[in-house]
């Protein structure tokens, strides 16, 4: 029996701080005896006063006690050994006996993340000290990719972990594939966002990026049957790139009603009152920056019930299911990205996601101001914050929300603040990708939001009435309140409206937007509030680690790697464009890369591809604008005209390999189509004799960023060929080029400006201008219009049955044919046909493409997502690089 008696442990002194309260606590919670001042940790971190005081109240044995056992991460191979060792012994159990794979990399990603995690806490220091100005980049995606990759490139470390893995009896190769892709986004917004992450750690900006952390991304993608099947993606089975800090939670709130009073000095007091309450819990991800100590922060905030996780009474009364209901309910919150909104239950989930992200990234920022002690009217001096596209349009309603009803500001004076803190980025120009809500689904969910923002339109209308007194249309067409049946929160409005600059993401698109879907805006604020950031790409993802041959031939020829600092360096190997050497190795790294994407594709589809055919490459969100619909029709003609030639003539046709990838949305039924008709015909091909190497089709299940890497640098050909006007820039061109691919595209987006970079005579331009659109689509309604003949014999072949079950195809041809083209396919056909023919050509003089590849590679340097963030930083944020000095 064990004994009752507890050893007395003799009374231990330890001077108290004197910056840090004291707390008298009731009740034995300790051992008897042990004394121990406590001092009372805010929920996210010490201000830089008190941080001072703390450090200076630390006795002096105690300071050389830490500091002479403070934690040092590897230096070194052996140093990396040892703590891979450690790791697999130790954190996960095992031994050298059966440490497989999944075990190399889950030890090899503890022994970098424990070095990031070092200079992470120095570099929150540094910027607490600092106390400067923060950006807060608020994205509901953020496509990471894979992080041990690119933790090693940015530590400068990969050389020793490669080395030490191989000591170990690994490739490296082989554990950075056991990595899941981080299921935070799904296209080029989430990308965009990663790279202005990477980028902002770069130039040692202090930022914080939030997200949501959802628990099983978009989905993943299968492919039966040629259809597209959405799984679940269970990408957080093991993920040692997050930090769960239990301790930072916020209740949000949702539903219930408002209630007025007023107060003593006559002011109306709005409470919000009832509802439901959701706990948000905060996961960090460290962000490093290349080649500096600075690493940034990622705070993704995962829904839990307020409740907790089980009702025991329920339970013990036999109602099993309702006892972990509320836990489930709260925890859809953040389960998947982009729930199909085709339902009004979606809708409601949707918005609900935004005003939960927000609300506790807010709740964040605020309280981590208020630590400085400084008057609110410093609130933009010392804050800055980016909504990426429309989605995070709530937080300008909730912190006017938290200055009024909680800070008790005037609403003026709040209002002031608030249009001074955000800047808005628009990612579009197609009106009905501009987000909506509906009244009634504000009034239910978020009832006091509605308020506001009622309160703001008004406010805003009256200005513009004072503007334009007599133009009442004006008002209808600038109101956020769209008046409607039912009447719709205009989200883009609203952002507009709330931020003190909007900013397009390519020339063209920042034309478009003024002068179409917020002309009028800029005639009530003038044009300096519209401004132009072209978008841009990390060269340290996109070329250093995705084709580290490449990077390392472009270095051997700067002097350095410093391009990849400073991307304007790669202009230095256009002189050695005639160079034999340079261009024999520049084309073998090509072909080895085209190998290793034709070992995959095998190994993924069954089909044999052959590496010396044009790779021709559409990887992307799968939607009607981009056209991917055009790419397999132009496919199908091709096909076509290869079985009505004899063999002789087919063997002066150059052999090419079509890939497509991408992701339709779960409730898109037209671009579900699009993938299925693409499956269709690549069965029919790929099992053509007659064809046999001449012709390939492709499709990659699961498109992904890591996916990316591989076929970007395997690219010959990329298709960028939305219609003129709808795609506001586009990232993947640019990747496509850093890594000597060539482009067919329209006048879209960043396809003008990179023409404008590489020369007209590198890119295969095709297609009406985005000036011509809306005559042509208005001449298809109420003029003339017929199909391009060269179309109307590939639709005859895919009603024939020539692809399978015709009707699975009607609706793709039936929008082009019957319902008015929208999308100008058939009026872009025949300039594609030609233009294809025209790479063929192009591609036959191997020696010419080459010059091609080198000169665009050469020109790209404008194309940085570093220069992008300079430039949001001098034109938008007004913050400064943070000095580093060397640790």
């Known amino acids: 029996m064990a004994s009752n008696t507890t050893q007395r442990v003799p009374l231990r002194e330890r001077r108290p701080s004197v910056g840090a309260p004291l707390v008298d606590i009731q009740g034995g919670v300790a051992p008897a005896g042990v004394s121990r001042p406590k001092h009372k940790r805010t929920l996210t ?38 703590e891979v060792v450690r790791h697999v012994e130790t954190t996960l159990a095992r031994s050298m006996y059966n440490c497989d794979e999944q075990a190399a990399y889950s030890a090899c990603s503890l022994a970098f993340r424990d070095r990031l995690i070092l200079e992470w806490n120095r570099t929150q220091q540094r910027q607490t000290f600092a106390d400067s100005k923060r950006v807060y980049y608020l994205s509901l995606e953020f496509l990471m990719g894979r992080a041990l990759d690119n933790a090693m490139l940015n530590i400068g470390q990969k050389d020793v972990a490669k080395a030490g893995l191989a000591e170990l009896g690994f490739r490296i190769e082989d554990v950075i594939e056991q990595e899941h892709d981080a299921a935070l986004g799904n296209g080029g917004l989430g990308r965009l966002a990663a790279c202005f992450l990477d980028s902002l750690a770069s130039l040692n900006y202090s ?28 990408w957080l089975d093991f993920n040692p790139w997050e930090f769960p800090r239990h301790d930072v939670t916020v209740d949000i709130q949702f539903y219930g009603h408002v209630t007025k009073r007023t107060d003593d000095n006559g002011k109306t007091i709005a409470t919000w009152e009832g509802g439901e309450i959701v706990k948000a819990v905060a996961y960090d991800v460290p962000i490093p920056g290349y080649a500096t100590p600075s690493t940034n922060n990622l705070r993704l905030w995962s829904s839990k019930a307020a409740s907790g996780e089980f009702d025991f009474q329920k339970f013990n009364s036999g109602d099993y299911e309702n006892s972990v209901a509320d ?60 909504l990426n596209d429309t989605h995070p349009t709530l937080a300008v309603v909730e912190l006017q929300r938290i200055l009024v009803d909680l800070e008790g500001l005037d609403w003026e004076e709040a209002w002031n603040i608030v249009t001074n803190t955000f800047g808005y980025t628009n990612h579009t120009v197609l009106p009905e990708a501009l987000e909506k809500w509906s009244v009634p689904l504000f009034q239910h969910l978020l009832p006091r939001h509605l308020q506001l923002i009622y309160d703001i339109n008004l406010f805003f209308l009256q200005s513009v009435e004072r503007k334009f007194p007599k133009d009442r249309e004006m008002l209808a067409r600038v109101s956020i309140i769209e008046e409607s049946q039912p009447k719709m929160v205009r989200m883009a409005h609203l952002a507009i409206v709330g931020s003190h600059k909007v900013n397009g993401v390519a020339e063209l698109h920042s034309d478009l937007i003024k002068t179409t879907i917020f002309k009028d805006f800029v005639e009530v604020f ?7 950031v072209t978008n841009g790409i990390t060269p340290r993802r996109w ?5 580290p041959r490449l990077s390392e031939l472009i270095s051997s020829k700067t002097g350095s790697q410093n391009f990849l600092k400073d991307l304007t360096e790669l202009a230095k190997i256009e002189h050695y464009k005639d160079d034999k050497a340079f261009r024999k190795e520049w084309a073998e790294i090509k072909y080895a890369n085209k190998v290793r994407l034709a070992k995959h594709i095998k190994k993924t589809t069954g089909v044999d591809v052959n590496p010396s055919a044009l790779f ?91 996916k990316a890497e591989m076929i970007i640098p395997a690219s010959d050909l990329s298709e960028h060929i939305s219609t003129a006007g709808t795609e506001a820039s586009g990232t993947s061109n640019m990747k496509f080029v850093l890594n000597g691919g060539l482009i067919i595209g329209t006048c879209d987006g960043a396809n003008i400006e990179i023409t404008r970079e590489i020369g007209e005579q590198n890119i295969f331009l095709f297609g009406n201008l985005a000036e011509d659109v809306e005559d042509i689509r208005h001449n298809h309604t109420y003029g ?16 024939k049955g020539t692809f399978g079950e015709p009707n699975d195809f009607m609706g793709m041809i039936s929008a082009v044919r019957d319902h008015g083209d929208f999308y100008l396919v058939s009026d872009d056909f025949h300039s594609y046909i030609e233009t294809q023919e025209l790479v063929d050509k192009a591609y036959r003089d191997q020696e010419g493409w080459i010059t091609k590849s080198i000169e665009s590679v050469a020109r790209m340097g404008f194309f940085s997502s570093d220069r992008c963030i300079n430039e949001y930083a001098e034109g938008i944020w007004n913050i400064e690089p943070l000095a580093v000095k060397d640790q």
């Open 45 to 82: 971190g010490f201000g830089p006063g008190e941080i001072k005081n703390v450090e200076a109240s630390i006795p002096e044995p105690q300071r050389k006690a830490w500091l002479a056992h403070q934690t040092s991460g590897f230096k070194d191979k052996d140093g990396f050994e040892t």
């Open 543 to 547: 070329l250093h680690q995705a084709n």
């Open 616 to 706: 021709d490459v559409q990887v992307k969100r799968i939607h009607e604008y981009k056209r991917q619909q055009m790419n397999i029709f132009g496919v199908i003609h091709r096909y076509l005209t290869l079985k009505s030639l004899s063999p002789e003539e087919r063997k002066k046709f150059q052999p090419r390999v079509s890939i497509f990838g991408g992701k339709a949305a779960p409730g898109y039924w037209m671009a579900k189509q699009i993938i299925h008709l693409i499956n269709a015909v690549g069965a029919v091909v790929n099992n053509d004799k007659d064809i046999g190497d001449l012709l390939k089709v492709i499709f990659l299940e699961d498109y992904n960023v890591s």
């Open 207 to 234: 930022a914080w990026g939030y997200g949501l952390r959802y628990r099983y991304g978009i989905f993943k993608q299968e492919i039966i049957d040629g259809y597209q099947v959405e799984v679940p993606d269970y």
């Open 327 to 386: 836990q489930q309910r709260a925890e859809t919150i953040s389960a998947v990205l982009y729930p199909n909104d085709n339902l009004d239950r979606g809708k409601e989930l949707r918005l609900k996601q935004q005003y939960f992200w927000v609300a506790a990234s807010l709740y964040d920022i605020v309280r981590r101001f208020k630590k400085s002690r400084r008057p609110w009217k410093e609130f933009p001096d010392q804050v800055a914050i980016q």
């Open 526 to 532: 003038g044009p300096d509030k519209f401004t132009n």
């Open 784 to 799: 003339s219009y017929t199909v391009d003949p060269d179309l109307v014999k590939v639709f005859e072949a895919i009603e």
